[in-house]
């Protein structure tokens, strides 16, 4: 989710800051690509917090892009669709040091106004529905389901995206259709359950149970579905060590579900502006980052303040 930020600070001097998101910083290469800065920022709740994350724009950036190839024999993405080079983007090296490691240039697409969620296994706001009624996003599940079992088969409840500082809320995939059309859903149905089965699949031969998991789609100019934003990361994702999971508990994870569970001890509404976090949550949360992405795709990534 983005919203235009005319006082956002950019990073990058020489290419016009067009949207500042949760996470992500995009600028104006030219009438069909964008440059795409992931920065360190950490939203729990749809708040963006004031305590950045070290390291963590890098880590989101290199398992999105490890995804996006991965899963582009599904649906193709934004970064397979551009046709221009981070050095054409930012041919400054001064400049493009300042953003390695975390920038990619991506085509610019028209973005739908859904997030895209396939749920694997019951959590989070899906375990809160259905203890109120039992259901998902108008999607009947069996009863006597605790905490964290898996589904019998993974389900697609697709959530709204709010504006900044406001909450998404889950809605039923009739509600989709309606905004988006038909036929349009349907294909952001299936293409999202693909998705799911493959990274999933890959992941629990890795150790690794993805819970849930949002993806973000656009249209490009043919009308055609697109992968966009970021894919399969501690943010947008739900990862649980395999050997550790139980079901009718809350299990550890490898995603900022660990802030979101150090927020709720607090006394705070979850209205901005967030509490800064304590150096202790910042180093395990950086931990948790740099574990999921090398557990997953063999990369480290050390250091951590860029």
Known sequence: MLVSDATAVPEVASLPLVYRGKVRDLYAVDDQHLLMVASNRLSAFDVILPTAIPGKGAVLTAMSNFWFERT???????????????????????????VAGRAVVARWLQCLPVEAIVRGYLIGSGWKDYQQNGMVCGIHLPGGLRLADRLPEPIFTPSTKAALGEHDENVSFSHVAAKIGEDVAERMREISLRLYWEAADYALARGMIIADTKFEFGLDEYGSLVLMDEVLTPDSSRFWPADDYQPGVNPPSFDKQFVRDYLETLNWDKQPPGPELPPVIVEKTVAKYQEALERLTGQALLGGSA
């Open 72 to 98: 582009r024999g599904i649906v193709p993405n934004h970064l397979q669709l551009a046709r221009k080079t981070l050095e054409q983007a930012l041919p400054d090296p001064a400049e493009r040091g300042c």
